[in-house]
């Protein structure tokens, strides 16, 4: 019979006839797949459905069409006559206050929100009781009103009806807020809402020059229904305001960047979960090569058939090629619908706190992405074990030869796999924001499948080489570590891979805490006192010696600017890397010294004289510095209070951001802003003080400095554990995906080992051993292998955490002893575990049916 061409169509046909014996031996391959498909599609789904939830209520997250905002100062009349000829402006007014209790007996950081009658121009403010705009804020019996939420009023043990003091006015708390349209424009908050009028908040006293106030002008433009004129009139609008007003240093954002902070972290963030969803299905992948592998070996006949009748050995792989890819889109498919089912389920948990609404949405390119990374992964990991059965002749098979067979498959799979793997890494790379993460991410993949594959090597070599050992159990586990077909390999990279993932992010996760919780609050100062007026800062400093006599007070004049070009460049012009972009995202606080500040080291550059008096000079944080690219003589254009001021970088500082000391990212000199009005920033340091002691600094500077706020340390680290703790659960269930898949792959792995080890059992058990004796010696094996692979993996995970934690977070390292343990107990437990359940049914057997087989 001659050769038969490889036909696609008769190929296919093959394949779906060999396909309905049903899918056995490919239960791990579908899990697997569909395990990595589901993470990745749900993860986007879910990112997709919170920016159009974001998009589509752009106009009430953002409080109008567009708004303008700036720092410590408001709107001139030229700049007001400009808004006011575009549409209906509201004005709000935001700053942090301290609140206090009408007898002096509490107080409580909030953030004052001051709207006008107009607001809010778009969506809707729900208070409960629902009021009035006229009856909400207006003057009662000598009080303005206001309205909090429930935190507030259950902090301060107060309720509707009573009053309460912000800065020199009193308020009567009318309402509840049960929904504040605007919120997630406003950014992260470190206190309670306390909505009132900008009548009333002028009233109070609380803004004085150099006050950290926000004027936030919101437009609501005419002709709503036209949405294709308005995008237009938006842009021209922007440009106009640039043009006609270049040094008024006013943030500009419109409704279709609402939320900006909230959507780049959401990005970053469903990022970061796709990597660790791409691990899991890498990890998968090696499930997906053990499945290809033992499915041929079992496909041994008819394979050997095949090629007996004259079929090519192509048509063959395509034969085989065309099942797996038939299985592997039923994984995918299978991953699909429960990514559809987990975006639905997250969305609807997200639907309280975020503009998204529950329901079944399918989001078609995060379904392809997930789609796309799912088959390429299986080709990647499937091609290889193909191309070694194809090398494989029919007398071999026949013989009963498995494919353990040693060497390269041919250089066409080879090239096939490489090629299929360079489009993985390209797709990476064009998903992911961050290029220098995503580089990370694969050298790191390599690296840890050539480092495991050098484990394997290391290991199988030690134990070929290891002496004799008395005990037979003892000397049979390591022989069964080394031999030809041994489960060394597979047993290593599928759960090195699974727990290197866990280690790495619980190894993130538990510094992060351990920073937050006992780094910070050990180093850091227990109060920051922020707007301290010019003429109230001496006696600031008195009240604060008398009150805490053992504390620490460091001050430094506190002025907000926004950097708005680098070397004559306009920032938006800029390419900047986007672990630097945040400082030129807002306004930043900025400082002038004559002195080289506290928690400072100079690296590079000379500091100014105290009397210096030339051209205006800055000093930049270093690190920063380095990641925008600035040099010693750059220039940095800094708009401060509606005038736009150029300075020479003369030096770079070492900043330690991680003790929360008073620090900036630029300090300029004296000169720089002479006469321009500000306050004053100050921290108090007292490691030794007692709570009761706190609380009396905090009651005493409120009664004497009600226009200064106060923020306690320790509650901005709560307020920091308690986001972190959400996010760490999204983390968890990540890390978990991926540990679920090296379960699965480890499972796999031990499944496939049943063949020989039956074989194994019976003629030792012919032999003469005995079952114990056999159980013995495959703990011992499990054993071994498992606290080889928890060696690698908290050698792996440490170094992955170590990058994130030093290098991407600038926090110090630590290695936790509870990660090494239960990373170890971990690998024991699966691998004798799931080692003993497999083979527990194998040493039970028969020894005539397998005998006759050998």
């Keep these: 019979m001659s050769k038969a061409k490889p036909s696609f169509a008769l190929a296919l046909r093959f394949a779906l006839r060999e396909m309905r014996g049903g899918l056995t031996g490919f239960y791990i391959f579908l899990g697997c797949i569909a395990l990595g498909v589901a993470a990745i599609g749900g993860v986007n789904s879910v990112a997709r459905s919170i920016a159009d939830g974001l998009a589509v209520e752009g ?164 002709d709503t229904a036209q949405t294709g004129a308005q995008d237009t009139r938006l842009a021209g609008l922007e440009s106009a305001a640039e043009k006609n007003f270049p040094e008024a240093g006013w943030n500009i954002r419109n409704r279709s960047n609402a939320a900006p902070a909230l959507s780049a972290n959401i990005e970053r963030f469903s990022q970061f979960l796709t990597l660790v969803g791409l691990t899991s299905l890498i990890i998968g992948g090696v499930g997906v090569a053990n499945a290809v592998r033992s499915f041929l070996d079992g496909k041994r006949p008819v394979i050997a058939t095949f090629k007996s009748l004259g079929a090519s050995a192509d048509f063959v792989v395509l034969i085989y090629l065309c099942q797996i890819v038939a299985i592997a889109l039923i994984g995918i498919v299978i991953g699909l619908v429960l990514s559809l089912g987990l975006s639905a389920a997250a969305v609807y948990g997200l639907s309280s706190y975020l503009p998204v609404s529950g329901g079944l949405k399918i989001y078609p390119q995060a379904l392809l992405l997930a789609t796309a990374f799912g088959l390429i992964t299986t080709l990647i990991f499937a091609l290889l074990p193909l191309g070694r059965a194809r090398t494989i002749p029919a007398t071999a098979l026949f013989r009963q030869k498995g494919f353990d067979q040693s060497g390269w498959p041919p250089v066409l799979y080879l090239a096939g796999a490489g090629a299929l793997l360079l489009a993985l890494i390209g797709l990476v790379l064009f998903f992911v924001e961050d290029q220098r993460i995503a580089g990370v991410f694969i050298v790191g993949a390599v690296a840890a499948f050539i480092i495991l594959r050098g484990v394997s090597f290391g290991l199988r070599m030690l134990a070929r080489k290891a002496p004799r050992f008395k005990s037979p159990a003892l000397r049979l586990a390591v022989g069964n570590i080394h031999r030809p077909g041994a489960l060394t390999p597979s047993v290593v990279l599928s759960l090195g891979l699974g727990l290197t993932l866990v280690v790495a992010l619980a190894l993130v996760d538990g510094n992060l805490r351990r920073q937050i919780t006992q780094s910070l609050p050990a180093h850091a100062p227990n109060f920051f006192f922020v707007d301290i007026q010019n003429t109230e800062i001496d006696g600031f400093r008195d009240l604060l010696a008398k009150t805490a006599p053992e504390g620490k007070v460091v001050s430094a004049a506190m002025l907000r600017g926004r950097i708005v070009a680098l070397n004559g ?43 210096y008096s030339g051209e205006p000079l800055v000093s930049f944080a270093a690190k920063e510095a380095e990641e925008l690219g600035l040099k010693i003589g750059d220039t940095v254009t800094v708009n401060v209070l509606g005038r736009n001021i150029t300075a020479k970088i003369a030096n770079f500082r070492q900043v330690q951001w991680e003790t929360l000391a008073i620090n900036f990212v630029m300090v300029f000199s004296p000169n720089t802003f002479a006469g321009a009005p500000h306050s004053w920033l100050a921290t108090l340091t007292d490691a030794d003080a007692a709570p009761e002691q706190e609380a009396n600094v905090l009651r005493t500077v409120t009664q004497t400095f009600p226009a200064v706020t106060s923020v306690r340390v320790k509650d901005a680290i709560e307020v920091a554990n308690d986001l972190i703790s959400q996010l760490a659960v999204a983390i968890r269930w990540a890390a978990s995906v991926g540990l679920l898949a090296a379960i699965l792959v480890l499972a796999g792995a031990l499944a496939a080992g049943n063949r020989a080890r039956q074989h194994d059992a019976v003629v030792l058990k012919t032999l003469g051993a005995t079952r114990w004796m056999l159980i013995r010696a495959f703990i011992y094996e499990y054993a071994l292998l498992g606290f080889a692979t928890a060696v690698f993996a908290l050698g792996a995970g440490g170094l992955a955490a170590w990058f994130v934690v030093v290098k991407l977070m600038n926090l110090q390292m630590r290695m936790l002893p509870d990660v090494a343990f239960f990373t170890v107990l971990t690998a024991l437990v699966l691998t004798v575990g799931f080692g003993l359940a497999g083979t527990w049914r194998v040493l039970g057997q028969k020894a005539s049916s397998v005998l006759r087989e050998l």
């Design 569 to 611: 460049t306009d920032v938006d012009k800029v390419n900047v890397p986007p672990q630097g972009a945040w400082v030129l995202r807002g306004d930043r606080g900025i400082t002038y010294a004559k002195n080289l500040p506290e928690n400072s080291t100079m690296s590079q550059g000379e500091w100014w004289p105290a009397d």
């Design 59 to 222: 106009q009430a997250i953002l409080g109008g069409d567009v708004s303008f905002m700036l720092n410590q100062r408001e709107v001139t009349e030229q700049e007001r006559a400009f808004l006011n000829a575009q549409g209906t402006v509201s004005e709000n007014i935001t700053m942090r206050s301290m609140v206090r209790m009408t007898d002096g007996s509490d107080q409580a950081l909030v953030e004052v929100k001051a709207v006008d009658s107009a607001y809010p121009l778009y969506g809707t403010l729900k208070l409960q009781p629902d009021l009035s705009s006229k009856t909400r804020f207006s003057v009662q019996d000598g009080a303005y009103g206001a309205a909090v939420p429930q935190l507030l009023l259950d902090r301060l043990n107060l309720k509707i009806g009573d009053q309460i003091m912000l800065g020199s006015a009193k308020f009567t708390l009318r309402a509840i807020i049960e929904s504040e349209p605007d919120m997630l424009a406003s950014g992260m908050a470190l206190a309670p809402r306390f909505l009132t009028s900008d009548e009333a908040l002028r009233a109070a006293g609380l803004i004085q020059p150099g006050s950290l106030v926000n004027y936030i002008y919101k437009i609501a433009l005419p």
